[in-house]
């Protein structure tokens, strides 16, 4: 096993760097002791307890803990002039064989809705220069018949 790893570190200093093999050995370690806890422990996790933890784990990142200079700076950049009309809005969207994933549904239902409401909306389907454009539509219509005003 040692040799494995060994080995296994070594492929990745060579390939990555040393920073890559930190990473990894940390990820490895911690993965390791998560095991010998939870052996100590003689505590079997629920599956209530291991969603929680993972939660936990998901919105202690630095990324979720908002500062009061975050806060300052959010109202700094909302405190200009206010728009007082939307005209036009275009949406960038990956390409999609069809309607059945919920969120292009919801990507058409706020097109849809912004419509009805009088903006022009610009759809550009960025990754799939071979659409079928007139097929496109016709799905479009069949499936959102009070969207308008769109290109």
């Known amino acids: 096993?040692?040799?494995?790893?060994?080995?296994?570190?070594?492929?990745?200093?060579?390939?990555?760097?040393?920073?890559?093999?930190?990473?990894?050995?940390?990820?490895?370690?911690?993965?390791?002791?998560?095991?010998?806890?939870?052996?100590?422990?003689?505590?079997?996790?629920?599956?209530?307890?291991?969603?929680?933890?993972?939660?936990?784990?998901?919105?202690?990142?630095?990324?979720?803990?908002?500062?009061?200079?975050?806060?300052?700076?959010?109202?700094?950049?909302?405190s200009g002039p206010k728009l007082k009309e939307i005209k036009t809005a275009t949406w960038f969207i990956g390409y999609f064989d069809h309607f059945g994933f919920a969120g292009i549904q919801t990507i058409f239902r706020f097109i849809e809705k912004l419509s009805i409401e009088g903006v022009e909306n610009r759809l550009v389907v960025y990754d799939y220069p071979a659409l079928n454009v007139p097929k496109l539509k016709q799905q479009i219509e069949e499936r959102f018949p009070r969207l308008q005003n769109y290109k």
Do not use: C
């Open 1 to 78: 096993m040692i040799k494995r790893l060994s080995q296994a570190a070594w492929r990745t200093y060579r390939n990555h760097g040393v920073k890559a093999v930190t990473e990894k050995g940390y990820a490895y370690i911690s993965k390791r002791l998560y095991r010998v806890r939870q052996t100590l422990n003689r505590h079997v996790e629920t599956p209530e307890e291991k969603a929680l933890r993972e939660e936990y784990n998901v919105i202690s990142d630095e990324i979720f803990q908002i500062t009061s200079e975050d806060i300052a700076a959010s109202k700094a950049a909302t």
